[in-house]
């Protein structure tokens, strides 16, 4: 095995091991969204930016280790940012619509 096939695998595992995060971020998000209608949890939402604060720390980490490119990296923070300010208008709709 040479090392480029070596670096080649890191690649692969880092984006896998970052993609598996993302996808449990992401099952939380969608927790949230089906359960809108029923209950409001403020700590949900703490736990829910924590979450991607830490994801956006680990892809920033692979990014400067050079396991995975900017791009990509920037790209699988976009999609769960995008996620969450979606679950955050609804909550907000809701709100509002309650008041």
């Not at 400067?64 to 490119?69: F, P, Q, T, Y």
């Given at each position: ?62 990014i400067r280790a050079g ?16 996620n969450l300010s ?14």
């Amino acid at each position: 095995m040479t090392s480029s096939d070596l670096q080649e695998q890191l690649n692969i595992k880092a984006l896998n091991l970052l993609q598996g995060d993302a996808d449990k971020i992401e099952k939380l998000i969608e927790i949230q969204m089906e359960n809108l209608d029923t209950r409001y949890c403020p700590l949900y939402e703490e736990v829910l930016d924590t979450q991607v604060y830490g994801f956006s720390k680990e892809v920033d980490f692979a990014i400067r280790a050079g396991l995975v490119s900017e791009p990509v990296g920037k790209q699988l923070i976009s999609n769960l940012e995008r996620n969450l300010s979606v679950l955050y208008e609804a909550m907000n709709n809701k709100t509002q619509s309650a008041e």
